[in-house]
């Protein structure tokens, strides 16, 4: 009797489990049109930045769409995909699949070109001794002037306490070049533990308004963002930031934080304006993808994205002279220290 | 080789066999209050549309803890669970899940029978649990700081019907059902959830999250529970419960999200 009870309550328990397809309902089929379908629709009720980017997502299914049938194979829906996306030209839409990923190609369609030349012709040329933990270096290019290089806010953020070595290591110096050249972003806290060692006192250094709802303009709250002191001590010395088009997203949240300080000075190329704060999704054939969910402007309500924030002091740089190790905009702004110390 | 949860899974087993060989004294008076500790399985089904359009199944791991005080007329009693456990999607995506939950509750006789071999109760009860649900939906080219996990809130009060059948002292056959009348929970937003709002503005703090919760009557949020149960006294002070338990649970806002659990529980009580 007692084991008749427990296998019917066995029984009981699998058979509802089971049937959670059938409760819950099936997946959607896995087909190129759905497929289509749900990426397309879920930028459309999704994606934040339509009326900034100026596009018309409508257009953009009637022109690929019927590029989509049931005959389509994965490389292309891949390839329709991708044409489609690119019309956003954003850094923050991605797809990744098992057979390979799409980002929009800045450098082919934009010719942006990186004005650095990376941390160890440098450091080579021009540190005497430096230290790193594999996301932030710092040396002195001279007795006065500090040297520090971050190359991600993307890191476990137990790096980036590191920063206080770096500022303890530097006290002496009386001023310091912040080098985010080439930093693609990562997460916005990384970016806040660094700028709130810059901060003389608390600002507020951004708005940000959230995607709540599938119309191009359904928004949440516009929302008040604030930098402040942090750590065991803030540099409030002069500050030079270098920047230039492939610093990206949480790395253009630290200079939008950075230039609300008055010792601080952005210098070198614009930002890529990417600051589109992405979420990750998937599709039935196990696709993922990611697409922006919010708009953000600096401290004056101007949104930088798809344009960049321009740097106080512009300085371009050739390429033969980077080849060389020779770092002019980094040069530039070690003179302009010089003349603000 | 055996681990040590095996280990202790085969102990509590011993534990319950030694306990039932004992004697149970003719009389077996029933005693009325209770502490019970329990193990099992859930079986989970969920969709998120926040989140995913798939649908992700799997185990997770369930413990529960339990006081009960029963009268000839009433019972009420305070449970704990936790659970933890692993979701797949078709795809192969997955979905790492950890809940906590307290029950309470008071529920009354409204019917008896057959000199109180089978009893009915009308009650209410309030519960609360958080989740905490990580979609692995970053592909591992990317940072992995990029996975964070989304901190749900549910509490409902509740209206319960039960009902117990004891064929003979040492049987006992119970079920109940329950269904919410208002709830109050905290979960994603249409692109955002608590652990982002924590994140991005570091002046949000848990009660700003809390606050951003929602009330919700049965059609915002609507559940049911039930649980079947044999309960087998093993002694004068043991017994041994087999549970299986269901739940549905729908949300409309701001994304569908339907989940399905079904438990299988082994319990043993201690009474006093």
Redesign the interface.
């Known amino acids: 009797m007692r084991i008749k009870i427990i296998i019917l309550l066995f029984i009981l328990c699998f058979t509802s489990f089971s049937c959670s397809t059938m409760i819950i309902g099936p997946d959607p089929e896995n087909t190129p049109e759905n497929n289509f379908d749900i990426l397309w629709r879920d930028f459309d009720q999704t994606y934040s930045l339509f009326e900034i980017k100026q596009v018309n997502w409508d257009s953009a299914y009637s022109v690929f769409r019927p590029r989509v049938t049931a005959s389509t194979t994965g490389a292309q829906l891949f390839s329709v995909i991708s044409e489609m996306l690119d019309l956003l030209k954003d850094g923050h839409v991605n797809i990744y699949t098992s057979s390979g990923n799409y980002s929009y190609d800045f450098l082919h369609h934009k010719r942006w070109k990186s004005n650095s030349p990376g941390f160890s012709k440098i450091a080579t040329r021009y540190l005497a001794s430096w230290n790193a933990n594999g996301t932030i270096a710092y040396g002195r290019l001279s007795d006065d002037i500090g040297y520090i290089y971050i190359s991600t806010f993307g890191s476990e953020s137990d790096k980036y306490q590191w920063i206080d070595y770096a500022l303890t290591a530097l006290s002496g110096v009386k001023g310091i070049i912040i080098d985010i050249r080439d930093n693609g972003g990562g997460s916005d806290s990384n970016s806040k533990t660094i700028a709130g060692r810059f901060a003389d006192k608390k600002r507020l250094y951004r708005y940000f308004k959230y995607k709540n709802g599938p119309g191009h303009n359904d928004f949440a709250r516009l929302q008040e963002d604030f930098i402040e002191p942090s750590g065991n001590m803030q540099f409030t010395r002069p500050a030079v930031l270098l920047t230039n088009r492939y610093v990206f997203s949480a790395a253009e949240d630290f200079v939008l934080a950075m230039k609300e300080f008055p010792h601080v000075t952005v210098l070198g190329d614009t930002t890529g304006g990417g600051l589109g704060n992405p979420v990750n999704r998937e599709l039935p054939n196990g696709w993922k993808y990611r697409l922006p969910r919010w708009v953000e402007y600096d401290s004056e309500m101007k949104c930088y994205e798809g344009i960049g924030y321009p740097p106080d002091i512009p300085v371009w740089t050739d390429e033969e002279s980077l080849k060389t190790g020779k770092d002019w905009v980094l040069e530039q702004a070690a003179e302009y220290l010089k003349g603000k110390l | 080789m055996f681990n040590s949860s095996r280990i202790r899974f085969f102990f509590f087993i011993g534990l319950c066999l030694i306990t039932a060989g004992r004697t149970t004294s003719k009389a077996q008076e029933l005693k009325h209050n209770s502490l019970t500790a329990g193990i099992g399985l859930q079986?989970t089904?969920?969709?998120d549309l926040v989140?995913?359009?798939?649908?992700y199944?799997g185990t997770e791991a369930l413990l529960s803890l339990g006081y009960r005080r029963s009268g000839d007329s009433f019972y009420h009693g305070i449970d704990f669970f936790f659970s933890s456990g692993y979701y797949e999607?078709?795809?192969?995506?997955q979905l790492n899940a950890q809940s906590v939950g307290l029950e309470f509750g008071y529920s009354h006789i409204i019917f008896s029978a057959s000199e109180n071999q089978l009893k009915l109760f009308l009650g209410g009860t309030g519960d609360i649990s958080f989740l905490m649900r990580t979609?692995q939906?970053?592909?591992s080219?990317?940072?992995s700081?990029?996975e964070k996990p989304s901190p749900e809130i549910y509490s409902s009060a509740n209206i319960k019907l039960s009902g117990i059948f004891h064929p003979d002292p040492k049987?006992s056959?119970s079920g109940q059902i329950w269904f919410p009348v208002i709830s109050y929970y905290v979960r994603s937003?249409?692109?955002?959830h608590a652990a982002d709002r924590i994140?991005?503005?570091?002046?949000a703090t848990f009660g700003d999250v809390i606050r951003a919760g929602r009330a919700a009557g049965p059609e915002d949020y609507f559940h049911i529970g039930a649980a079947?149960?044999?309960e087998?006294r093993l002694s004068d002070y043991f017994s041994l419960k087999?549970?299986?338990s269901?739940f549905?649970g729908h949300v409309n806002e701001?994304l569908k999200k339907?989940?399905?659990n079904?438990?299988?529980n082994l319990k043993i009580a201690y009474l006093f």
């Open positions: 079986f089904g969920i969709r989140y995913s359009p798939l649908l199944t999607a078709e795809t192969g995506s979609y939906l970053v592909p080219i990317r940072s700081t990029e049987n056959f937003e249409y692109t955002t994140e991005v503005s570091r002046d079947f149960s044999y087998r087999t549970e299986c269901f549905f701001p339907d989940m399905l079904n438990g299988l």
